[in-house]
């Protein structure tokens, strides 16, 4: 999409209370707003924050501020307004009709990035059906031709069924074969996550705000060549690497969509199979723009939308705060970010783009791991070696004595390990 645009956020004026205060402020809004728009590569010609008294039902704008931004549209030369809200059909509607040029607001926008970014069978799959949620609540919008009414068939039949109840039943019959097939894909991701349950590596997640720079990161730690932008939603289908660690240990790296305020429900539902990889890791890296100035309020939207997945638990030992773009700090900022890693203990400070911090961060990855660590017993006959050696090569070993004629051993496994080994001596039995 190309052209020049509108991009407006509308804030509603009242006093600043203590709920207020860990609030984004309206123009840290409206620069992701801008950020958001040029993800899909449009101009920004005019962009404001419009403080309102209260919403207006018809426009969701005032009359003042719609007959205001109308001139600037026109003389701009503005062909699409963006809304930084939730526009009802009936407003975006009126709103096109006083504007003249398509408007568009946030869940619009947040889709049309991305249809855009969307590379794997999957991905288009997850937009389509998001996209198909949405159009059917804008059916509204079509009102030019709601008169049109198709035959009914027999005597009894009626005027027949009017083109508005035809679009609704055709959009809802292709979101029912949709979610067939997300399921379908939900399937096939469960069967390759046990395949890789049958490999010996952990799954460690990089989830993030957007732009957060976890691709930047990702690229970093396995020297892969994943699209890497200074761009809003760069990524949105997973990619998953495999990645060695200090202590020799193997990982399997997953770089997955970047999060966002007020995401839409529909669009969480919608892309739920791919953030389902998150729920599926052992570790979780939680990476963060700390050169943001609203890196606080980015990363509490990080762990809404986590808790809404059931990863909720940012305290436990399955999470590490990664405090990135750390080259981007005056030296104050960047001494107190790099103390507050020190103090914490399940966090690393670093800069994806130098390097710098990232041998903090694989250490810390192997301790955490080993955290997650079972220590579980096993007698083992003197013969079966190849239990023993496969013990030693995918746990730590705490003790081994000989006993009544087997081999009592005291090992410490991930819950993963611990499934593989006990399958393998159910199967070799």
């Given at each position: 999409m190309e052209g020049r645009a509108?991009?407006?956020?509308?804030?509603?004026?009242?006093?600043?209370?203590?709920a207020d205060a860990a609030a984004r402020a309206p123009e840290d809004k409206l620069e992701e707003a801008c950020g958001l728009a040029r993800a899909i590569d449009l101009k920004i010609a005019h962009a404001e924050v419009v403080r309102l008294p209260s919403f207006r039902p018809s426009t969701l704008l005032g009359e003042g501020a719609v007959e205001r931004l109308g001139k600037i549209v026109k003389e701009e030369g503005i062909a699409i307004?963006?809304?930084d809200g939730l526009l009802g059909p009936v407003q975006q509607r009126n709103l096109e009709k006083e504007w003249r040029c398509k408007v568009i607001d946030r869940t619009g926008l947040i889709?049309?990035?991305?249809?855009?970014?969307?590379r794997t069978a999957e991905g288009r799959l997850q937009v389509e059906l998001a996209q198909l949620t949405y159009q059917r609540s804008r059916l509204v919008r079509t009102w030019s031709h709601l008169e049109r009414q198709r035959g009914g068939f027999g005597f009894l039949a009626g005027p027949g069924e009017s083109q508005l109840e035809s679009d609704r039943r055709q959009i809802g019959d292709k979101i029912v074969r949709l979610k067939k097939e997300l399921e379908e894909v939900k399937r096939t991701r469960a069967l390759h996550r046990k395949?890789?349950?049958?490999?010996?590596y952990p799954v460690v997640a990089l989830v993030g705000y957007t732009n957060a720079g976890k691709s930047t990161l990702f690229n970093r730690l396995v020297h892969a060549r994943v699209l890497a932008a200074d761009m809003l939603f760069a990524t949105l289908d997973?990619?998953?690497?495999?990645?060695?660690?200090?202590?020799?240990?193997?990982?399997i790296l997953s770089d997955t969509v970047g999060f966002v305020s007020d995401l839409p429900h529909d669009l969480v539902a919608a892309f739920r199979a791919t953030l389902e990889e998150v729920l599926a890791a052992d570790l979780v890296l939680h990476?963060?723009?700390?050169?943001?100035?609203?890196?606080?309020?980015?990363?509490?939207?990080v762990r809404k939308v986590l808790a809404e997945l059931g990863r909720a638990d940012e305290a436990g030992d399955e999470f590490v705060e990664v405090y990135n773009k750390l080259d981007r700090l005056d030296p104050?900022?960047?001494d107190a970010w790099t103390a507050r890693a020190t103090r914490e203990a399940n966090a690393a400070c670093l800069s994806a783009i130098t390097g710098e911090g990232t041998d903090r961060l694989l250490t810390l990855i192997d301790k955490r791991l080993a955290a997650l660590r079972q220590t579980v017993e096993y007698d083992l006959p003197f013969a079966d070696g190849a239990a023993l050696a496969w013990l030693h090569e995918h746990g730590q070993v705490l003790d081994s004595r000989a006993e009544d004629g087997h081999l009592h051993?005291?090992?410490?496994?991930?819950?993963?390990?611990?499934?593989r080994f006990e399958h393998r001596l159910r199967t070799a039995s």
């Open positions: 509108l991009v407006v956020h509308p804030a509603l004026k009242r006093k600043i209370d203590a307004a963006v809304v889709l049309e990035i991305f249809g855009a970014r969307a395949a890789r349950a049958r490999v010996p997973p990619t998953m690497r495999a990645l060695a660690l200090p202590s020799g240990r193997k990982i990476v963060r723009d700390v050169s943001h100035p609203e890196t606080e309020a980015q990363a509490a939207d104050e900022a960047r051993v005291t090992v410490a496994l991930d819950p993963a390990d611990r499934q």
